[in-house]
């Protein structure tokens, strides 16, 4: 065989045949074309000027035949003192990509050719672009910039707003017009040109119709004056119109945590029952789903728009679904090289590994698909111990710029577990339960202990969601010592529910057993700064943690060492109130291990007295074994569901919690009772959901306006059709006409039979 200068071999699959008759057999070859594609590269020619800005280039690969996966590019003949950026590409076959060529002041001028490389498996195919380095000028001139470089829109959405700017260089002062090129079909820019005053910043805004398909593109913007002449490339993604639909994006529906999704129209009252609706699928997963599951509706991933459900898992992995279809989008690993998941610390709370225990939280309009933040642990072979934030697109499960973000932390203190007054967070020491809060831009966790295994403090941290970097960290028990079982300690874990956030940027969660000063300052604060087994109100103005109001009970020291602490609920922050008197009340509502309601004014919660509790109201035994969860609300009702109790629902009367339950339940739930969701069209045909958890998992609908009488449960269809595992501390999520429930090995969905 003659291989010719100049070209690539790719294998050629064939079939051979042989084909008898007058004692000869000859072959007969078949040829099925394999994967195949082209590599361009745009502009063909290019010059660049040393000391001067760069210029991009537009890389696409495009399919001939077969199926053409992620195609690999590197460059190759780069002269001395030029560079590209980024400096190696994956392209997706059809979606254009830049490089800019950018020549250092001093780069040797002259012409090159840069090769560009691409490779798919075993297909490798080739571009050039002849560069010219120019010599430095120093005439006047411009570089044209535009920000951001990358821009999702949604079609029939509303539009978003580039920046553009002429930086003058060497005393340039004209004027620069700029036009734009490459816009994909029903994409309109506004204006669709610009005249600028060099350094003075132009905006367009770009909108995609409601008609626009989903698509992407690289848009040139190119500024001239005179005879000079500068481009920057916009990277552009149009997905297509959201379906109606809810999202749900952070743990109970919203940051009040009221557990209710009052947009759902498919099931009611009508049709939930074990004739009409039961388990209609598993999306298997590869450990524990402990974090609640998380929904959006109208995703556009893979060309395709989508309802997704985004579950993760105890052996550190997250998983993208198509909700509907379960088939599965994306999976990506927390795990670092050569790491693995945390083993149990001889803790059974979660086991038999710790990966990402806690309900994510999504941003979709972070970047240019929307990111979903998760913290996991993990485990490096020298034996040390990892808590990291991470960041994946939406659409990919790629891991984002500045992701994955090492959990580390200091605070003063000299209580116990410090040292040289200096409070440290040690991850092996830790879990992230709680549920994420996204508050103004910031990441928000908590930390819990293995199994009350010292030592250990009280941690809450926040993180940039642009950055991923650390922004604010308070330490809850700093300061405590002594012999008591209390000391230090003070963990934040809430059986999994989320913090907390009102409108005005604070943070409400319940401290679990630790040390509490009960000398106090002059404003009723912790003389020391200690808050173990408190109802707590942080402030996050200026940037900063810091506790702006608290609740502990007269008898917290007490609680603390006995572990009937509040750690084990959640809080829920009420709708304002109107009182008796016509005042309006911002309430807040939590309970813990001791039984008793606790009902706190948000701007006045009462602080510590050690006689009694100073306090909005509390229901002293309203849930008599206690909660290890957190209560959820519809139409003036609390709903709660105790451990070892029925399922209560207290009436709000003139922003008072009524007494006595307005109605209950039949069955009683064993240890940790439930953590309800609602679901209802507005005001109307409303759903109590919850999860029992015994030898196996039982799903329960209820009348929300009567919980004695119940819709379903998944043990009433006949040869177990409706059976499942049972997971602890799981919260039902309702969306778009399915319930879904974490399991030991995935996610179940129930919906519509038919």
Known sequence: MRIVPGYLIAPVVGVLSLVAGCGSQTPIVTTNPGPNFTLTASPSALTVTAGAGGQPVSVTATVLSGTVGSVNVILSGLPTGVSASPASLTLMPGVPQSVTLTAAASASTGTATVTFTGSSGLVTRLATVTLNVAAPSKAADFSLNIAPTGLALTAGASGQTIGVTANPLNGFSGTVNV??????????????????????????????????????????????????????????????????????????????????????????????????????????????????????????????????????????????????????????????????????????????????????VIDRKYGVSGAIFVVGMTKDTSGNYHQRLHAFDLTTGAELSGSPSEVQATYPGTGNFSSKGVQTFVPGQYAERVGLLLLNGVIYMGWTSHCDADPYTGWLMGYSEATLKQTAVLNLTPNTSGSGGSAGEGSIWMAGAGLAADAGGNIYFLDANGGFDTTLDAKGFPMYGDYGNAFMKVSTANGKLTVADYFNPYNTVSESNNDQDLGSGGVLLLPDLTDASGKVRQLAVGAGKDGYIYVVDRNNMGKFTPSSNNIYQQLPGAIGAGVWGMPAWFNGTVYYGGQNDVLKAFSVVNAQLQPSAASQSSIVYPYPGATPSVSANGTKNGILWAVENGSSGVLHAYDAGNLGHEFYNSNQAANGRDSFADNKFITPVVANGKVFVGTPTGVVVFGLLH
């Open 179 to 360: 036009s734009l090129a490459g816009l994909p079909s029903g994409v309109t820019a506004n204006p669709s040109t610009l005249s600028l005053t060099p350094g003075v910043n132009g905006n367009v805004l770009l909108t995609a119709t409601a008609s626009a398909t989903a698509s992407s593109a690289a848009v040139t913007f190119t500024g001239t004056s005179g005879s000079l002449s500068h481009a920057a490339t916009l990277q552009l993604t149009v997905n297509a119109a959201a379906q109606a639909g809810v999202d749900v994006t952070t743990y109970h529906y919203d940051t009040a945590r009221d557990g209710l999704n009052a947009n759902e129209t498919t099931l009611t009252p009508a049709n939930v029952n074990s004739a009409g609706f039961g388990k209609i699928g598993f999306f298997n997963t590869d450990g524990h789903v402990d974090g609640a599951p998380l929904y959006l509706s109208g995703m556009t991933v893979g060309g395709k728009m989508r309802n997704v459900l985004y579950a993760v898992t105890e052996h550190d992995s997250v998983y993208a679904f198509d909700a509907d279809t379960g088939a599965q989008l994306w999976k990506t690993s927390l795990l670092g090289a050569n790491e693995t998941t945390s083993d149990d610390h001889g803790c059974n709370q979660i086991t038999p590994e710790i990966g990402i225990t806690s309900t994510p």
